[in-house]
């Protein structure tokens, strides 16, 4: 446009001032604005105007690049810390917007509010039960919940933190794992707490725990009183169909309160509520508005909206609501009348509340078209949480039905591309208004239908047979990006007779946008869609058997929503290979809740785990592991590759890892009838477990001190603990209620033996409980004493039984005495010092029943049978009785002791010994539990071992199983399932042996003592044979089983393996080696003893295997090994020498020179030199070296300790040239150690069940792995080593690395809590000449001489 003058001339002034103000905004904003000079002419806008085409490309160029560039800078200008909270404040503003527009139009409801306000008032100094709301939908629940929160401190009388969140309306309210993560950040920021930590997010179950601790320490703090309100619990994914609400307290402390409100009706959450809180009162119902109200509520949504009705109009609306109290009713009564124009007469409104639905579709059918209204509202309510408008038009646009009714009177404007106009979409929003939710999710602002009764009508009217099929085909298309980045798809229009191939111009959907951004709505709804729409096929190859789908999912949302894909898709297909994976992931968890997730550990996790089913199970198990090791031929950080399954597979026993925000594990008990598992703790929480959900249902908090006893009866509902408090509990484990607390007045005298032991009594409602001495009587009805017994505080009791058939209580007491007293009066009925022991103390004891005996177990090793006629010495066994455990049917006892556990058969006179063999752990034993038919024995031990016994195979072994890494001192059986925890791990472990006799594929080797030897290649595995040590198995990886066996005649001590002469050395207690050649197993070479029968401690072999070193307490061997015929000659020794140090040996290694590098248990090393007799002493390590290893050029040598202390030695400066740690909330100590082929790496074994790679170049830890299993020792390849483990498997691996520098990525990321430091000798060096004191600290986080103090190379991460 231009001005003109009258005369029809340019206005040259005009023209003037135009181009100044453009010159002067140019100048100001240069950054900003860019000029475009366009030569005039008539056909200007003619799109053939080359010209023109020329200008708009590079005016969009431009406008591309500068959004860009204005997007970026805005994003790093943000405030990084304020941005790890933006989506909790974003939640917060999203409820409190929710609830000002809901309350504007609030009505009536005073005198409810009121009697509220003073039921609040009367519980805020009390503990009490939560409120729940509850009335018919519509009926103005979330109202009145809004005006709760907003008058919240006038009704309470002061101040107040509250906290809304009205349930479904946003994605982190519509499940309980982000509904509580949410509400226990706003909590702490409120109350100045420290914030959830990183490990408490990581598991469900422990951000439950601190949801309930965080009340409890409100509570404490005596400050502004807590509200919750959680409004609409019907739209709470995790409690609509759900048997238990797992995270809800039953009892809110004081200053705590606890709101909710739920729909009366068929949904069926108010009758799960009303199963949790028992309490009557705790239920409010809220009725309909009264006639006036209802007219009240009318005139302000007119008043809201500038609208007013005629007369007429307003005599039709209220006689078409009579009586209507129903505010939901009356706001769809509203929106159709305020459609109503002065001169029409509108049709008569509908009477309830789905009619009125009904005609709400039909009037948007006929002013959009019944096609266009059905598609658009079937795609919002399909979606799993709901469409942003531009994805909703992308799916339009790929709707060829609609785009075909749209272009049924015109043709589309463009040949190239074709979209759904976007002008139809405004026209129908704003006719939807009200009925249309903007919800936030993951960033984005999406579309839902508000109202729960359209959601319904929607699914009636237009999702019903194949439509909703259709529906979900067209989204999952959009989803997974089908039709986007220029992909043209075929349609034919009404007016075109041919089809026609075009662009949809659709967004493209990528999993990841950057590096570190996922496309979150593609993870979240495509599974759903195709799972819909029955492309079952391509769910499993595009989702379920994808890597890049597997492991964006678990980076961006966390395990538990990986999980949850698998639980929303396995049980609508038929594929076993969907569970193998699924249990996979399953097993994952302790490593992702050590380091966190990460891309590489998920790779590692899955590959090694269901690497044995890939030939199988080829169509998803082989074509994820043929994906993962893909991806780590392409990996760009040193990494250790897996060639073969090493990790327990799926299909195995354990079925779950589970843990919780206490201390270690003192008490377990199983409900079996409702599945449910109590565990007590060393802080005196205890937590009911739901073991089919595994999620915890109840956090009980009354004891103050550890919990040593729990019973459970009344068909797994009720449970009774005791507790180092005194204090006995009896609990309700459905609600979680807590019926009452017995104090039992137990004596405070540490010197005082205490036992805690309890009896329930279900046919005359008594408990029993004994605790140091007394035992007290109690009635479980009504919590008052039956009795008390006082014993003589110089002779305490030990051990007490409740012998029901003879209606006894029996004690046995320190020095032997045996009291008998009635179990109803607990009067005294006689007393008898034993006759079958003498000068033993009772360890431990447990009662037979049917035969109305206690069996009692004594420090020297007896086992007596006592009862009212008498005692009987059973059996003597050579140790100390430590556990004495009865079957469930009291046929069979066992007996631990020492290492090992003997077992008994019931018989007329008591019991007699069951097997002449004795089930031997190499550790002590600690705890047994008998299988469900009697044909199992599971027994645990110290070194954190669990064995699965066959009792009707006479004691064979079946499995190995490790525990939690912890003394296994509790095991639990339910049913099939056991349960094994231990007092020093807040973790523990369920086992289903059910299938127990069962081959596993693939068969571990059963080893237990750490004493493994590989050869060829890693096809055989020697180990001592189970229940015979003096021979030695030897293990068929291939097969899977045992191929011979050697006899030794003796105990084994260690194994060494020569690979290229194919020896076999075996050292034995008695001192001999016997060397087996592994090509003729028959022929056998001795070397004998230096001293007669002392016992060989470890062996070493050179790198060439042309020399042996044998170590005994304090004395070395040197052997030359010599090639022969048929087989090598050994001769010496060629040296001897003695060690002269009160210390034994720990470990040695030999090098081809005749150099012997020792160690002693007290962590002395030594470099000796045979040649010239002579002994070096290296600097000490600060305890017990446990391995050292000689590099393959014999320069280096590397030593690890029990502190988890490597040092690398330059041998020819006999001196360190490194010290290495590493140290974690888990780390034990190094175990074992070995040079790479070419080195440059080591590689070390720790007994926290992870393998290490460091540089030898500069001392940089490089990777970090976390195995599960304790290796044994370390064999190196030609690109990676072979370790044999703890769990029976053969890790075999390959390292790669880039570099022998640094690494680019940070090892200990991810890790919770770790630390690695690399000391350099010469930088000391170089400090000292420069005369600089010496701070080994200090010194210890700078690395050395050629790197800065850069986080790659030192990392703290707490």
């Known amino acids: 446009m231009v001005d003109r ?59 591309v690049v500068r959004a860009n560039h204005q997007v970026l800078t805005r994003l790093r200008e943000l405030d990084t810390a304020g941005q790890e909270l933006a989506w909790l404040y974003q939640e917060i503003r999203h409820h409190l917007w929710q609830s000002s527009e809901v309350i504007q139009t609030f009505c009536g409801r005073q005198e409810l509010l009121a009697r509220l306000g003073q039921q609040l008032r009367h ?83 422990r951000v439950v725990q601190f949801f309930h601790t965080l009340l409890h320490t409100v509570s404490c703090r005596n400050f502004e009183s807590l509200v919750l309100l959680l409004d609409a619990m019907d739209d709470l994914d995790s409690v609509r169909h759900a048997r238990r609400v797992p995270w809800l307290p039953l009892n809110c402390p004081p200053r705590v309160h606890l709101i909710l409100s739920a729909c009366s009706g068929a949904l069926g959450v108010l009758d799960t509520l009303q199963r949790v809180l028992l309490d009557p009162e705790a239920y409010w119902e809220v009725k309909p508005l009264s006639g006036n109200q209802g007219q009240q509520m009318i005139q302000l949504l007119l008043a809201a909206a500038r609208r007013t009705l005629s007369p007429v109009h307003t005599d039709l609306l209220w006689a078409s609501l009579p009586e209507c109290g129903n505010p939901g009713r009356l706001r ?20 309830t509340a789905e009619e009125a639905t009904h005609q709400l579709c039909t009037r948007l059918e006929q002013t959009h078209g019944q096609l266009l209204v059905a598609h658009v509202l079937g795609y919002i309510v399909s979606s799993r949480h709901g469409l942003s408008e531009a994805e909703l038009k992308d799916v339009l646009s790929l709707d060829d039905e609609v785009l075909q009714d749209v272009y049924r009177d015109w043709t589309p404007p463009s040949k190239e591309l074709l979209r759904f106009p976007p002008l139809l979409w405004v026209r129908l929003r704003r006719d939807l208004g009200y009925y249309l939710a903007r919800r936030p999710v993951d960033g984005f602002t999406l579309l839902a239908i508000a109202h729960r009764q359209l959601v319904e009508v929607v699914r009636e009217r237009y999702l019903s047979g194949s439509e909703r099929a259709k529906r979900h085909g067209v989204l999952a298309d959009f989803f997974s990006g089908t039709w986007s980045q220029g992909t043209k798809k075929l349609i034919t229009l009404p007016l075109v007779g041919k089809p026609l191939n075009l662009d949809r111009k659709v967004a493209p959907q990528p999993l990841w946008f950057s590096h570190t951004v996922a496309n979150l709505r593609k993870l979240k709804e495509l599974p759903y869609h195709l799972l819909h729409s029955g492309r079952l096929e391509e769910l499993k190859q595009e989702v379920l058997g994808s890597m890049s789908w597997i492991s964006c999912r678990g980076i961006s949302g966390g395990i538990e929503d990986l999980l949850d894909d698998f639980d929303l898709c396995a049980p609508h297909l038929d594929s076993p290979e969907v569970g193998l994976v699924r249990e996979a992931l399953q097993l994952c968890r302790p490593a992702v809740e050590l380091r966190g997730m990460e891309r590489s550990l998920l790779y590692t996790e899955l590959l090694a785990r269901l690497h044995f089913f890939a030939t199988s199970h080829p169509a998803l198990v082989g074509q994820l592991c043929q994906q993962a090791q893909s991806w780590f031929q392409l990996c760009a950080h040193p990494v250790l590759v897996p060639l073969g399954g090493f990790l327990q597979p799926p299909g195995g026993p354990l079925r779950a890892t589970l843990s919780g925000c206490h201390k270690g594990i003192t008490a377990m008990a199983w409900g079996v009838e409702e599945k449910l598992l109590v565990i007590g703790t060393q802080d005196g929480i205890m937590a009911v477990w739901d073991m089919e959900e595994q999620h915890v249902i109840h956090m009980l908090t009354g004891h103050t001190g550890e919990v040593r006893c729990v019973k459970i009866f009344a068909k797994g509902t009720l449970a009774n603990s005791a507790s180092k408090d005194y204090t006995l509990h009896l609990w309700n484990l459905l609600s979680g209620q807590e019926k009452f607390t017995i104090w039992d007045g137990g004596s405070k005298n540490p010197a005082e033996p205490q036992i805690w032991n309890l009896h329930v009594d279900e046919a005359h409602k008594v408990v029993y409980s004994a605790s140091g001495s007394k035992i007290n009587a109690w009635n479980l009805e009504t919590a008052e004493p039956v009795f008390h017994i006082l014993g003589d505080a110089s002779d305490p009791w030990m051990c007490m039984a409740v012998l029901a058939s003879q209606a006894t209580l029996l004690t046995v007491s320190r020095d032997g005495v045996v009291s008998l007293w009635s179990s109803a009066t607990g009067k005294l009925q006689g007393k008898q010092h034993m006759s079958s022991i003498k000068e033993e103390t009772p360890t431990c004891a447990v009662s037979v029943q049917k035969q109305g005996k206690l069996v009692t177990g004594f420090s020297n090793g007896s086992i007596s049978l006592v009862s009212s006629k008498g005692d009987r010495l059973l059996e003597k066994l050579p140790d100390a009785v430590r556990f004495l455990v009865v079957s469930e049917d009291e046929s069979l006892l066992a007996a631990g002791f020492g290492r090992s556990v003997r077992i008994f058969l019931a018989d007329s006179r008591g019991f007699r010994r069951f097997m002449a063999m004795d089930l031997e752990h190499e550790d002590m034993v600690e705890t047994a539990v008998f299988g469900t038919e009697n044909n199992l024995i599971i027994t645990g031990s110290l070194d954190a071992l669990i064995q699965v016994w066959s009792l009707s195979e006479q004691g064979t072994l079946l499995d190995i199983l490790e525990g939690v890494g912890a003394p296994v001192s509790l095991l639990a059986r339910g049913g099939a399932l056991v349960a094994s925890a231990s007092p020093q791990s807040s973790s523990f472990k369920v086992w289903d042996l059910s299938d127990a006799h069962r081959s596993r594929v693939p068969a571990p080797f059963l080893d237990r003592t750490g004493l493994t030897a590989v050869s060829h290649n890693g096809s055989y595995v020697y180990f001592p044979k189970i229940g015979d040590k003096n021979k030695v198995t030897i293990w068929d990886l291939a097969e899977g089983e045992e191929q011979d066996s050697l006899d030794t005649s003796s105990e084994i001590r260690c194994l060494e393996v020569a690979e290229q002469r194919k020896l076999l050395f075996t050292g034995l207690v008695s001192g001999v080696v016997l060397v087996f050649p592994l090509n003729s197993r028959q022929d056998v070479i001795c070397i004998p003893p230096p001293e007669a029968r002392k016992a060989i401690n470890c062996m070493s072999l050179s790198k060439c295997e042309d020399r042996l070193a044998i170590a005994y307490d304090n004395i070395v061997l040197v052997l030359d090994i010599t090639s022969g015929d048929p087989c090598p000659v050994i001769d010496g020794p060629r040296y001897t020498f003695y060690t002269q140090l009160p210390e034994t040996l720990s470990s040695v290694a030999i090098l081809t020179d005749y150099r012997v590098v020792y160690s002693m248990t007290n962590g002395d090393l030594f470099l000796y030199e045979c040649a010239t007799s002579k002994a070096f002493p290296l600097e000490t390590h600060r305890s017990r070296v446990a391995c050292v290893e000689v590099s393959h050029k014999e320069q280096l040598v590397v030593s690890g300790s029990e502190d988890a202390l490597l040092c690398l030695w330059d041998l020819q400066a006999r001196k360190w040239k490194f010290e290495m740690s590493y140290t974690s909330s888990y780390c034990r100590g190094v175990q074992c150690a070995c040079f790479s082929k070419d080195d440059k790496y080591v590689y070390v074994g720790l007994k926290d069940r992870s393998i290490l790679v460091w540089s030898v170049l500069d001392g940089t830890l490089l990777t970090v792995q976390f195995v599960h299993a304790v290796v044994n020792r370390i064999i190196p390849t030609t690109s990676g080593f072979i370790a044999p483990t703890r769990h029976g498997y053969l890790i075999r691996e390959n390292f790669q690395c880039l570099s022998a520098k640094a690494s680019p990525q940070d090892p200990l990321k991810n890790f919770k809590k770790a630390m690695w430091m690399v000391k350099s000798r010469q930088r000391e060096e170089l400090v000292a000449a420069a005369g600089a004191p010496q701070d080994l600290e200090s010194e210890s986080a700078q690395g050395n001489e050629t790197k800065s103090n850069k986080c790659s190379q030192v990392c703290l991460i707490v």
């Open 5 to 63: 003058l009258a005369d029809g001339c340019l206005d040259a002034d005009a023209q003037n001032l135009l181009s100044s103000l453009k010159s002067h905004i140019t100048d100001m904003h240069p950054g900003v604005l860019k000029t475009h000079r366009l030569p005039w002419s008539r056909d200007l806008v003619n799109p053939k105007n080359k010209t023109h085409a020329c200008y708009l490309k590079e005016l969009g160029e431009q406008f």
């Open 123 to 205: 519980d805020d100094s009390k503990q009490h039960t939560p409120l729940v709301l509850f009335g018919p939908p519509g009926i103005g629940k979330t109202a009145l919940m809004c005006k709760l929160a907003e008058q919240m401190p006038r009704l309470l009388g002061h101040k107040t933190v509250t906290v809304l969140r009205l349930l479904g309306t946003s994605q982190m309210s519509s499940d309980a794992r982000g509904l509580l993560k949410s509400i226990c950040f706003q909590v702490c920021l409120a109350y100045g707490l420290p914030l959830p930590p990183a490990q408490v997010l990581d598991a469900h179950t």
């Open 332 to 351: 769809l009564a509203f929106e159709e009348a305020r459609k109503w124009a002065s001169f029409t007469v509108p049709v008569p409104l509908a009477t």
